[in-house]
């Protein structure tokens, strides 16, 4: 029983990690209405522009929003320069350039800062939370900036203008010109949030697992499936989802003998296939009517 | 004794005499194989630059430079050195079609220092079909060596996961002979070569002594789960078959855990750079491993003349590269040891005396070698290191500590 | 990649389709699908004559790819489902041809029946519950097979068969007696074969009324039901169908490499054949063997321009092709088409 217990810590700890990714995975859902790829090779690129601050000898807090800044003004601009020459080309076309951009983010960061892995400082420190030896300081934390971010982009979406726009935009484009809303600048200032967003991502989740430029690839896959599971239109549902994803995968590894440990991630995402077959909007996400 | 001979002349002067040596001797007999001309040898590679397994990339770097190095020293017996270094992104079907690019295209003698098990088992039967030396292997599966008869064009180099996971068997037998083992493995063909050779080394043992283990995949974003399973079962000794990141995790998530189990982790991640750093060193404090190569880090290695002519080497040809990453030593010493094979080989630059030579190494040494170890061969015995031993980490770097061991000691 | 998503995938698709199969210019644009159908043939069947053996491997595996994207582009390009899991049948295909030749001693030649045979099994019955998902929903259900493939071909319980993490090598077959080729040009001719065949038949489904139902799921799943078309049997059947394709290419794949490991077979090769669908044109037959061209050859230019940043190479190409030729080689080829007619 103790051990259930430490898993389902443990699996909290871990899904952090898949919540912030995924919430940066919805976030580019929200203003663009694709899934992009590049996302995670978007976040790893902005923790390598902090590391670098940090080793010309900013400290923290200083790195910190300067990477921010520069990760937003690198959004708008993919959007502006990559995605609007091919804003009319299908869809599968769009998807063919996130694969593109995660090849060049990540050939480009392994070129300038190579591929040992390195380790990256925490505002919470490592030490364990109040003693207790089950979850350190530093996830803690993660879980704390994950629910604030939450917060923040509930309250965005819902009862901000800008916010209100950005989904009109992407939802529904034609309709929103119409409307007034500024379509090209919307999905670039979506493309710029989720940029900033996923280098917040990067910046909570390299003091766990190490930077080097592969350490996103992995985890944007759960990211995804976090967020398709909670559902890809709520950002409390993408959290919700992560911190799933890390659960279930935890308890599945420690206690289905003989296959459990080998094949943790695979049981985890057949459980989401099994969830999505009976409820295809995810868990909290809004059905979409289709018309004919 | 001998030794200290082989030391005193380095390996530039090796090279100096050996040119001498051609010189004088234009009489002796010219045989060429493919690639090799009076100026010229043409060496083959492959290695993961891009993909999951980029982080062995540097080994590929650290040899064209070795080879720029030889190459501006005036080559080996007079010949440049051409090396050629493919990409294969760690996929066997890009191997192959690397491997039969070099072969076919290319034309090179051979192919030197291929990395990965998965891609090595791909072109291994095409190299022996082709007679094509695939020689000193980057992986230390047993299957590269194991198997001269059939797999005549096929050589390893560095000692074999199994015989390291033997002598960490024979290890716990001696000195923990009441541990409960529990052991971190990763779920591919090198993290099950090591388990094996642990099992081996525990023999009857490793039933009622291995209490627990707990496999990850290279996919998995952390290892903290297994840590956590391994620590509630009531391990008291943890042994780590993980390559470089996941090694560092989870030293640095025991040490979070506060848990204190003797950890030993396996000598692919006993880089101080690529693991120990990233974890923390005072997380790393008495973690066990075992070496062949001399610790760069430590500033007593530092002060060995011998090994200075490796740090006068990456400050020239590689400034930029950190010094506290193993695999620079490892590059290094497996480049010398081809070297040594093309000075034997003379002017008879065939496949087949290229085997013949790297068959017949007799007591070579690197000055990298850990003290006491020399590469031996013979046309029955393919293995070319097969000793190791056991260090501690204190904080900054490496202590070795007891005696060499060789894996044959260890199988008993 | 959801609802508003897919009509502009489809769209571009039937464009692509209509523009060279369009009955009213038939007769010219019939000239010329000979023309190109002839030039073709000629120049694959001189291939093995004109280059060294590795060149030839090399032709061989991008037919192979190109079987592979054929496969993905029935599902994809016709019926408009999405899938990122099919290196898990190329991986299907690959293992029974090795494992039957390995254990079993069997022809190379009977392999690929019956990994087709397996893989459409399998297709099929994945298709059924992921009928239930769409767009972003069937690409994560696909992308989970992607992901589960490798790990459980070296689950311990199969290792018997799989050989676990250490794969199984396979001989390479010669060619039939009397027939004066070596084993890779051999190889290419049988390998060419099977594509042609496949192509055809592929051709021929696409034509066919159950070609025209698939097509009317894509462009409207809700009228297409309405017209009475069993959506469940026809997607499950197209999922099948494309598996089976794939299945052939992985046998083939096998055959030619003489290994298969699950480090072949990851995420990786299915990203590799989505973007050799594009690259080539959705929902142009055709358009595969660009695919195929793509996948194989790209990535040694790249690496012939930088290895250090081969990736970023790459990835500049790609972008460069789509900015170029946002609909793939299919939309290229309609503008050359209608230049020439013009």
């Given at each position: 029983?103790?051990?259930?217990?430490?898993?389902?810590?443990?699996?909290?700890?871990?899904?952090?990690?898949?919540?912030?990714?995924?919430?940066?995975?919805?976030?580019i859902y929200?203003a663009i209405d694709h899934l992009n790829f590049a996302?995670?090779?978007?976040?790893?690129?902005?923790?390598?522009?902090?590391?670098?601050?940090?080793?010309?000898?900013?400290?923290?807090?200083?790195?910190?929003?300067?990477?921010?800044?520069?990760?937003?003004?690198?959004?708008?601009?993919i959007d502006r320069v990559v995605f609007k020459p091919i804003h009319d080309a299908p869809i599968l076309s769009h998807v063919v350039v996130f694969i593109a951009l995660l090849a060049i983010?990540?050939?480009?960061?392994?070129?300038?800062?190579?591929?040992?892995?390195?380790?990256?400082?925490?505002?919470?420190?490592?030490?364990?939370?109040?003693?207790?030896?089950?979850?350190?300081?530093?996830?803690?934390?993660?879980?704390?900036?994950?629910?604030?971010?939450?917060?923040?982009?509930?309250?965005?979406?819902?009862?901000?203008?800008?916010?209100?726009?950005?989904?009109?935009a992407a939802?529904?484009p034609a309709?929103?010109?119409?409307?007034?809303?500024?379509v090209g600048?919307?999905n670039a200032?979506g493309w710029?949030?989720?940029?900033?967003?996923?280098?917040?991502?990067?910046?909570?989740?390299?003091?766990?697992?190490?930077?080097?430029?592969?350490?996103?690839?992995?985890?944007?896959?759960?990211?995804?499936?976090?967020?398709?599971?909670?559902?890809?239109?709520?950002?409390?549902?993408?959290?919700?989802?992560?911190?799933?994803?890390?659960?279930?995968?935890?308890?599945?590894?420690?206690?289905?003998?003989?296959?459990?440990?080998?094949?943790?991630?695979?049981?985890?995402?057949?459980?989401?296939?099994?969830?999505?077959?009976?409820?295809?909007?995810?868990?909290?996400?809004?059905?979409?009517?289709?018309?004919? | 004794?001998?030794?200290?001979?082989?030391?005193?002349?380095?390996?530039?002067?090796?090279?100096?005499?050996?040119?001498?040596?051609?010189?004088?001797?234009?009489?002796?007999?010219?045989?060429?194989?493919?690639?090799?001309?009076?100026?010229?040898?043409?060496?083959?590679?492959?290695?993961?630059?891009?993909?999951?397994?980029?982080?062995?990339?540097?080994?590929?770097?650290?040899?064209?430079?070795?080879?720029?190095?030889?190459?501006?020293?005036?080559?080996?017996?007079?010949?440049?050195?051409?090396?050629?270094?493919?990409?294969?992104?760690?996929?066997?079907?890009?191997?192959?079609?690397?491997?039969?690019?070099?072969?076919?295209?290319?034309?090179?003698?051979?192919?030197?220092?291929?990395?990965?098990?998965?891609?090595?088992?791909?072109?291994?039967?095409?190299?022996?079909?082709?007679?094509?030396?695939?020689?000193?292997?980057?992986?230390?599966?047993?299957?590269?060596?194991?198997?001269?008869?059939?797999?005549?064009?096929?050589?390893?180099?560095?000692?074999?996961?199994?015989?390291?996971?033997?002598?960490?068997?024979?290890?716990?037998?001696?000195?923990?002979?009441?541990?409960?083992?529990?052991?971190?493995?990763?779920?591919?063909?090198?993290?099950?070569?090591?388990?094996?050779?642990?099992?081996?080394?525990?023999?009857?043992?490793?039933?009622?002594?291995?209490?627990?283990?707990?496999?990850?995949?290279?996919?998995?974003?952390?290892?903290?789960?297994?840590?956590?399973?391994?620590?509630?079962?009531?391990?008291?000794?943890?042994?780590?078959?993980?390559?470089?990141?996941?090694?560092?995790?989870?030293?640095?998530?025991?040490?979070?855990?506060?848990?204190?189990?003797?950890?030993?982790?396996?000598?692919?991640?006993?880089?101080?750079?690529?693991?120990?750093?990233?974890?923390?060193?005072?997380?790393?404090?008495?973690?066990?491993?075992?070496?062949?190569?001399?610790?760069?880090?430590?500033?007593?290695?530092?002060?060995?003349?011998?090994?200075?002519?490796?740090?006068?080497?990456?400050?020239?040809?590689?400034?930029?590269?950190?010094?506290?990453?193993?695999?620079?030593?490892?590059?290094?010493?497996?480049?010398?040891?081809?070297?040594?094979?093309?000075?034997?080989?003379?002017?008879?630059?065939?496949?087949?005396?290229?085997?013949?030579?790297?068959?017949?190494?007799?007591?070579?040494?690197?000055?990298?070698?850990?003290?006491?170890?020399?590469?031996?061969?013979?046309?029955?015995?393919?293995?070319?290191?097969?000793?190791?031993?056991?260090?501690?980490?204190?904080?900054?770097?490496?202590?070795?500590?007891?005696?060499?061991?060789?894996?044959?000691?260890?199988?008993? | 990649m959801a609802a508003p998503a897919e009509t502009t995938l489809s769209s571009s698709a039937s464009d692509a389709v209509a523009s060279?199969?369009?009955?009213?210019?038939?007769?010219?644009?019939?000239?010329?699908?000979?023309?190109?159908?002839?030039?073709?043939?000629?120049?694959?069947?001189?291939?093995?004559?004109?280059?060294?053996?590795?060149?030839?491997?090399?032709?061989?595996?991008?037919?192979?790819?190109?079987?592979?994207?054929?496969?993905?582009n029935?599902?994809t390009g016709?019926?408009g489902?999405f899938?990122?899991?099919?290196?898990?049948?190329?991986?299907?295909?690959?293992?029974?041809?090795?494992?039957?030749?390995?254990?079993?001693?069997?022809?190379?030649?009977?392999?690929?029946?019956?990994?087709?045979?397996?893989?459409?099994?399998?297709?099929?019955?994945?298709?059924?519950?992921?009928?239930?998902?769409?767009g972003i929903?069937?690409a994560?259900?696909?992308?989970?097979?992607?992901?589960?493939?490798?790990?459980?071909?070296?689950?311990?319980?199969?290792?018997?068969?799989?050989?676990?993490?250490?794969?199984?090598?396979?001989?390479?077959?010669?060619?039939?007696?009397?027939?004066?080729?070596?084993?890779?040009?051999?190889?290419?001719?049988?390998?060419?074969?099977?594509?042609?065949?496949?192509?055809?038949?592929?051709?021929?489904?696409?034509?066919?009324?159950?070609?025209?139902?698939?097509?009317?799921?894509r462009?409207?799943?809700?009228?297409?039901?309405?017209?009475?078309?069993?959506?469940?049997?026809?997607?499950?059947?197209?999922?099948?169908?494309?598996?089976?394709?794939?299945?052939?290419?992985?046998?083939?794949?096998?055959?030619?490499?003489?290994?298969?490991?699950?480090?072949?077979?990851?995420?990786?090769?299915?990203i590799?054949?989505l973007v050799g669908l594009v690259v080539g044109g959705v929902g142009w037959?055709?358009g595969?063997?660009f695919g195929?061209?793509f996948?194989?050859?790209?990535?040694?230019?790249?690496?012939?321009?930088?290895?250090?940043?081969?990736?970023?190479?790459?990835g500049i190409i790609l972008i460069l092709l789509i900015y170029l030729m946002p609909t793939g080689a299919a939309g290229f080829v309609r503008a050359v088409?209608s230049?020439?007619?013009?």
């Amino acid at each position: 029983m103790e051990l259930l217990g430490q898993q389902i810590l443990a699996g909290i700890a871990t899904g952090a990690i898949y919540a912030c990714m995924a919430l940066a995975v919805v976030m580019i859902y929200q203003a663009i209405d694709h899934l992009n790829f590049a996302q995670g090779e978007m976040a790893m690129f902005s923790t390598f522009i902090a590391y670098q601050l940090m080793l010309w000898g900013l400290p923290y807090w200083v790195a910190f929003p300067i990477t921010l800044i520069v990760s937003f003004i690198g959004g708008v601009l993919i959007d502006r320069v990559v995605f609007k020459p091919i804003h009319d080309a299908p869809i599968l076309s769009h998807v063919v350039v996130f694969i593109a951009l995660l090849a060049i983010l990540n050939s480009t960061a392994g070129f300038i800062w190579d591929f040992t892995v390195k380790s990256f400082p925490s505002p919470f420190g490592s030490a364990p939370l109040f003693g207790s030896s089950l979850i350190s300081a530093h996830q803690a934390g993660m879980i704390g900036v994950t629910l604030l971010l939450l917060v923040l982009l509930f309250v965005f979406f819902r009862y901000t203008r800008i916010g209100l726009s950005m989904r009109a935009a992407a939802a529904n484009p034609a309709s929103a010109r119409l409307v007034g809303v500024r379509v090209g600048w919307m999905n670039a200032l979506g493309w710029g949030m989720a940029a900033a967003i996923g280098a917040i991502a990067g910046i909570l989740i390299a003091p766990v697992v190490f930077l080097e430029p592969n350490m996103m690839i992995s985890i944007l896959l759960y990211g995804f499936a976090g967020a398709v599971l909670g559902g890809l239109t709520s950002p409390a549902g993408a959290v919700l989802g992560g911190f799933l994803v890390g659960i279930v995968e935890n308890l599945a590894g420690t206690f289905i003998p003989v296959i459990g440990g080998e094949l943790k991630l695979p049981i985890a995402l057949m459980l989401i296939v099994a969830v999505l077959v009976f409820k295809p909007s995810g868990l909290m996400g809004r059905t979409v009517v289709q018309r004919v | 004794m001998h030794f200290d001979k082989m030391s005193r002349r380095s390996l530039a002067t090796g090279i100096l005499v050996g040119a001498a040596f051609a010189a004088s001797g234009a009489l002796a007999q010219k045989n060429y194989g493919p690639g090799v001309t009076d100026t010229e040898i043409k060496i083959g590679n492959i290695m993961p630059y891009s993909g999951p397994a980029s982080a062995y990339g540097i080994i590929g770097q650290v040899e064209t430079a070795f080879f720029k190095m030889i190459n501006e020293q005036g080559g080996i017996n007079g010949r440049k050195i051409n090396f050629i270094s493919y990409d294969d992104g760690y996929s066997p079907p890009k191997a192959v079609e690397q491997a039969r690019k070099l072969v076919e295209s290319d034309d090179v003698l051979f192919i030197f220092n291929s990395l990965g098990t998965p891609s090595n088992s791909a072109i291994m039967k095409y190299m022996n079909a082709k007679k094509v030396p695939q020689l000193f292997v980057a992986t230390g599966a047993t299957k590269f060596s194991e198997d001269p008869k059939t797999n005549h064009w096929t050589m390893g180099w560095q000692p074999s996961y199994q015989s390291e996971g033997r002598i960490y068997g024979k290890y716990i037998l001696q000195n923990h002979p009441n541990a409960k083992i529990g052991v971190l493995y990763q779920n591919d063909d090198f993290g099950k070569d090591v388990y094996k050779g642990l099992k081996d080394g525990l023999g009857d043992k490793a039933k009622t002594l291995v209490v627990a283990d707990a496999p990850y995949e290279v996919t998995d974003p952390t290892i903290d789960s297994q840590i956590l399973k391994l620590k509630a079962a009531g391990v008291d000794l943890l042994i780590d078959f993980s390559t470089p990141k996941f090694a560092a995790q989870s030293i640095k998530k025991v040490a979070e855990v506060g848990w204190k189990p003797l950890h030993i982790v396996n000598n692919v991640s006993a880089s101080i750079g690529s693991v120990f750093k990233p974890a923390g060193l005072d997380n790393g404090i008495g973690v066990l491993s075992t070496g062949y190569l001399k610790d760069p880090t430590d500033t007593k290695t530092q002060q060995d003349p011998t090994v200075k002519e490796f740090f006068s080497f990456l400050d020239k040809y590689m400034p930029d590269a950190d010094r506290t990453n193993l695999n620079l030593a490892y590059a290094y010493a497996v480049s010398q040891t081809v070297a040594q094979v093309l000075k034997q080989c003379g002017d008879e630059l065939t496949r087949d005396n290229i085997m013949k030579q790297a068959a017949n190494l007799k007591d070579f040494r690197s000055p990298l070698f850990l003290e006491g170890i020399t590469a031996n061969t013979s046309p029955t015995d393919y293995f070319v290191l097969e000793q190791l031993q056991m260090m501690k980490f204190n904080g900054q770097s490496w202590d070795f500590f007891g005696p060499i061991i060789s894996a044959e000691a260890a199988k008993s | 990649m959801a609802a508003p998503a897919e009509t502009t995938l489809s769209s571009s698709a039937s464009d692509a389709v209509a523009s060279v199969e369009m009955p009213r210019a038939a007769r010219r644009d019939g000239t010329i699908a000979w023309v190109s159908r002839i030039t073709f043939l000629v120049v694959a069947l001189a291939i093995p004559l004109l280059f060294k053996n590795f060149v030839v491997f090399q032709f061989t595996q991008m037919l192979v790819y190109a079987i592979a994207i054929l496969g993905l582009n029935l599902l994809t390009g016709f019926n408009g489902q999405f899938s990122l899991g099919h290196s898990a049948f190329y991986a299907l295909g690959a293992y029974t041809a090795a494992i039957m030749m390995d254990q079993y001693s069997v022809s190379y030649i009977w392999t690929l029946p019956a990994a087709g045979v397996i893989c459409f099994v399998a297709g099929f019955l994945f298709g059924l519950p992921a009928l239930r998902l769409e767009g972003i929903y069937l690409a994560l259900a696909t992308f989970s097979l992607a992901i589960a493939t490798p790990q459980i071909l070296k689950l311990s319980p199969l290792e018997h068969w799989t050989g676990g993490v250490q794969g199984i090598v396979i001989i390479k077959p010669d060619p039939p007696p009397g027939v004066p080729l070596n084993q890779d040009q051999w190889l290419y001719y049988f390998t060419l074969a099977v594509g042609l065949l496949l192509y055809i038949l592929a051709r021929n489904l696409v034509k066919s009324r159950s070609g025209r139902a698939l097509m009317a799921i894509r462009d409207n799943p809700i009228a297409a039901r309405s017209m009475g078309v069993n959506l469940a049997l026809y997607k499950s059947l197209a999922f099948g169908t494309s598996a089976l394709y794939t299945g052939i290419a992985g046998a083939l794949g096998a055959i030619i490499i003489q290994f298969v490991a699950p480090d072949s077979f990851t995420l990786v090769l299915s990203i590799a054949f989505l973007v050799g669908l594009v690259v080539g044109g959705v929902g142009w037959l055709p358009g595969a063997i660009f695919g195929g061209a793509f996948v194989l050859f790209v990535p040694n230019i790249a690496e012939g321009v930088s290895k250090g940043l081969s990736g970023a190479v790459y990835g500049i190409i790609l972008i460069l092709l789509i900015y170029l030729m946002p609909t793939g080689a299919a939309g290229f080829v309609r503008a050359v088409l209608s230049r020439l007619k013009s």
